[in-house]
């Protein structure tokens, strides 16, 4: 693995050279601008992409709370959307026939706090959060689960190194139990981020616009002249050229990055993980009650991948006895696409197969070839592998831990219907990377007067549903170090102070959930048992095992997940590390 | 009726001579107490040879963990109203001696007992704070009602009154629904078993978590007649799943376990691919500790089905073969 990021960085390194200046590869667009130029407005930062990364940082530069400083300055910002803006909420909220669109996050705590206040407010009351506050994670081939509920972060929130989410919502005061999360859609976090950007002077909300060129100082400029000069964005909105100037361009313009390809400076670290996700929503069976989805996020580990069931649209008053559900299916590109050439009941029929089922046991430790044989010593050995499969399938079904209540294995609920279209997309692991020339830093999150945030950063498994997250963490620090300059009289992109901080801050985060959810997939992937196929509906009966080093990994992973789920202290590390709380001892 | 042991023999405490455990009487046939809590078993004849060899490699020569002591003052059963506090060593020395009696002897009921005892009192706390939040719970809990030859009685007087029942209508093969009492009755006439042989509690110095646990001994032969699970090895151990989800107790864990080595292939593939998934699906449906917050002496003339109905037990699959 090691060998092969190297490889990729030198690559890519040597193609990512100090780039001065950069047009559009898009001629369509420039031909359709006309030459009139827009006097050269210029800005402290310029956010490209005015998506949920985007919208987010802008919101979080506006906030007078953010920050330490009690000398705030003031600060210009804008941001470039290439879409129309979008609708206010109010306006999607009033559609009586509209379900929740599959295009959603999973929002930590943490990461929900960075919305503010009044945005997180606006969202619960229009029913447009999908909050919960348990989680059950379990496994296709074994009994392990692992269970996670809102008490687990009450330590951290108690020590204040968690956000209390209660203290923004005056209205929900009797709904005192932590969440561990909240599933937002898209469309409606952008729409609520935008409706309190445009009551905001200090920001200018560009949309249908298209950046063509950028024009950004070289590292060897920087330190030489004085001042370094701005970095220049060529645009092209309605017909007309804009150019804007700023001290720092931020890059918030997703996984394919025009900035980033633009500037050039970004070496990337890409890895494919082989899979594909597929998305949609769906309706949840209520005729047994509507406890059965109960503000549970689930996730059932199948070999290829996991399938995760997330609640949405639970905040408001529940007025609608429809109850819907997330559902985020990554399994091999094969399959996947097998997966998306269902017809809708067909894939209710598959998504419940294989979703509603569990706890099993470990698949036999010994190869299938064993059995035939009748010595003495493949009977002990056949002895020791029962005993050692019952004794985890007993230390689950046992749920013994120090909490209070006993979380017992739930079914989740079974699916009626695909209430929107079903999307597919592939999962890609990358991250950028950085290197050392002449003792100088090149690469990695920023270069002189460019930062990259979000997904133009990073992309990772949605697995832990750490992607938005991560891309979360790296406004709220980029934020804050902008606002220190701006408070400090100093241009933020001017100097390396205050980016190098951004960068050795977020390379150690990054690396850190890109490697952790990595290693995850790593770890799931390894399995006992012959991995079911979704493609083939013959093979939807008995587990088969192949035993040797796989299932001795899978039986390692199954009995750890136990052993987590049964230690507090380390469970409550776990969900406290998800929930994005500051960790134990750090100031 | 063959005897059982209720002592506990170990090195705080001895048999007493004429123990029926000590008498070399060669015909008694011992359930492995592993798998239950309660009497014997005489069903099944391969089960019994075993249990012969148990017998045989315990008692013919001096077992390895010494000859049994003479009793401790400290656990005299006529003082059994005030039970002193184990130390944290005398619970871990206790722990492991009884687990190796038992591992060694199933047959010893009181070491099984003792092991369950040491082990539980977390898990019996839970059972108690759920039973006191039940209705029906907490009345149990006020009222302590045991299991002894009065319910029995009353069980196999109601029992006559069914045969008599089914005696007066003409058509034998109407569908006549069998009272919880009697299915309870016939379950102890077609095993021999006698309600009121259990081991004393000699290890939980609470009264009420000692009652919580009597309870959940004395239960067991209810649970039997519940499921419908018979007092084979087979059936124990999928009531142990059962119970390990409804009671939590490690003991349950601990048997499910270490019975499962007494099985054979085909046997476990019997207990992974239908009792089990049963057990954790029964669990699942039922509501926590439900099946300890049932009043199950007033419960005689209730219907079998609708009590299991009400409960919500389903019966445990029928396997042909075994």
């Not at chain 2, 059982?4 to 029926?20: D, E, I, N």
Request: proline fraction near 6%.
């Amino acid at each position: 693995m090691s060998a092969t990021l190297q490889r990729h960085t030198t690559r890519q390194l040597t193609r990512a050279k100090t780039t001065l200046k950069c047009t559009s590869l898009n001629s369509t667009f420039a031909s359709r601008c006309n030459s009139t130029s827009v006097s050269n407005e210029h800005y402290n930062v310029v956010v490209a992409g005015g998506g949920a990364v985007g919208s987010v940082l802008a919101r979080l530069l506006l906030d007078d709370n953010v920050g330490g400083s009690n000398n705030r300055r003031p600060i210009k910002i804008a941001l470039l959307e290439q879409r129309p803006s979008p609708p206010s909420l109010n306006n999607i909220t009033s559609k009586t026939d509209s379900f929740p669109n599959p295009r959603a996050y999973a929002l930590s705590p943490t990461s929900l706090s960075y919305l503010g206040p009044s945005v997180l407010q606006s969202l619960v009351k229009s029913n447009r959060c999908g909050i919960y506050d348990s989680m059950q994670i379990w496994e296709h081939d074994g009994p392990a689960q692992l269970h996670f509920v809102g008490d687990d972060l009450e330590e951290a929130i108690n020590d204040g190194r968690l956000v209390n989410l209660n203290t923004y919502l005056d209205r929900n005061k009797d709904r005192t139990k932590p969440w561990l999360g909240a599933v937002v859609e898209d469309a409606s976090l952008v729409s609520a981020i935008w409706d309190e950007l445009r009551t905001d002077e200090r920001i200018d909300l560009l949309d249908n616009i298209q950046i063509k060129s950028i024009e950004s100082p070289s590292y060897d400029q920087m330190g030489k002249i004085e001042p370094p000069p701005h970095v220049n964005i060529t645009c092209c909105r309605h017909d007309e050229t804009v150019a804007l100037s700023a001290d720092l361009l931020v890059a918030a313009d997703g996984a394919n990055s025009f900035v980033r390809k633009c500037v050039g400076n970004f070496p990337m670290v890409t890895r494919s993980y082989g899979r594909k996700a597929v998305t949609c929503t769906v309706e949840i069976d209520t005729s047994k009650g509507n406890w059965g989805m109960a503000q549970t996020a689930f996730q059932r580990f199948l070999p290829h991948g996991p399938i995760a069931l997330l609640p949405v649209w639970n905040s408001g008053d529940q007025t609608d006895d429809r109850i819907y559900a997330n559902v985020v299916w990554s399994t091999t590109p094969s399959e996947a696409d097998h997966l998306l050439s269902l017809s809708p009941s067909e894939f209710v029929s598959t998504l419940n197969h294989y979703l509603c089922q569990g706890p099993n046991v470990n698949p036999s430790l010994l190869p299938n070839s064993v059995s035939s044989n009748t010595s003495i010593l493949t009977k002990v050995a056949k002895e020791i592998d029962s005993l050692l499969r019952t004794a985890n399938t007993a230390l689950t079904i046992g749920t013994w831990t120090e909490a209070p209540s006993r979380n017992f294995f739930r079914m989740p609920p079974r699916s009626v219907g695909v209430v929107s279209p079903i999307l597919g997309f592939d999962l890609t692991l990358s991250h950028v990377s950085s290197s050392s020339v002449n003792g100088n830093r090149r690469g990695g999150y920023t270069s002189p007067r460019v930062a990259l945030v979000g997904d133009a950063a990073h992309t990772m498994h949605p697995m832990a549903g750490q992607g938005l997250n991560l891309g979360m963490g790296d406004v709220n620090v980029l934020s804050n170090l902008v606002k220190e300059a701006i408070d400090s009289g100093m241009d933020v992109g001017g100097t390396d102070l205050f980016l190098d901080r951004f960068n050795d801050d977020r390379m150690l985060t990054g690396w850190g959930t890109v490697g952790g959810v990595h290693s995850l997939h790593e770890i799931f992937g390894q399995s006992g048992s012959v991995p079911i196929s979704v493609t083939n509906p013959q093979s939807q009966g008995q587990i088969e095992s192949v035993g040797g080093i796989q299932g001795l990994i899978g039986y390692s992973r199954s009995m750890g997940m136990n052993i987590v789920n049964g230690i507090g202290p380390v469970r409550r590390a776990l969900a406290e590390v998800a929930a994005g709380a500051v960790p134990r001892g750090l100031p | 009726m063959a005897s059982r042991c209720t002592s506990y023999a170990g090195f705080c405490r001895r048999l007493l001579p004429s123990h029926p455990c000590l008498s070399s009487n060669p015909t008694r046939t011992h359930r492995p107490a592993i798998y239950g809590t309660t009497h014997h078993e005489n069903a099944r004849h391969k089960h019994t040879s075993r249990c012969a060899r148990h017998h045989k490699r315990s008692f013919s020569s001096a077992p390895f963990y010494g000859e049994p002591a003479p009793p401790s003052s400290r656990y005299n059963q006529n003082t059994s109203s005030h039970i002193p506090p184990l130390s944290p060593l005398q619970r871990i020395t206790t722990l492991i001696h009884s687990s190796i009696t038992a591992l060694n002897d199933p047959t010893r009921a009181d070491a099984v007992a003792a092991v369950g005892e040491v082990t539980g009192s977390y898990a019996l706390a839970n059972m108690r704070n759920q039973m006191q939040n039940d209705a029906v719970g907490k009345r149990i809990l006020q009222e302590r009602p045991v299991v002894d030859e009065q319910i029995a009685k009353r069980a196999f007087e109601l029992l006559n009154r069914h045969n008599q029942q089914i005696g007066n209508t003409s058509d034998a093969t109407s569908n006549n629904p069998i009272t919880f009492a009697a299915a309870y009755a016939t379950f102890l006439q077609t095993h021999n078993f006698d309600p009121e042989e259990r081991s004393p509690i000699r290890f939980i110095p609470n009264p009420e978590l000692a009652y919580v646990m009597t309870r959940y001994r004395q239960c067991h032969d209810y649970f039997h007649v519940l499921t419908g699970l018979p007092p084979t090895v087979l059936g124990e151990l999928a009531l142990k799943w059962l119970e390990l989800m409804q009671t939590g107790l490690p003991l349950a864990a601990l048997s499910a376990t270490g019975g499962s080595l007494r099985l054979d292939e085909k046997e476990r593939e019997i207990l992974w691919n239908v009792y089990f998934p049963w057990a954790v699906r029964v669990g699942r449906e039922m509501r926590s500790g439900g099946l300890m917050c049932v009043y199950y002496e007033e419960e005689m003339e209730t219907d079998l089905e609708v009590l299991r109905g009400r409960i919500g037990v389903e019966p445990a699959p029928f396997v042909d073969g075994v």
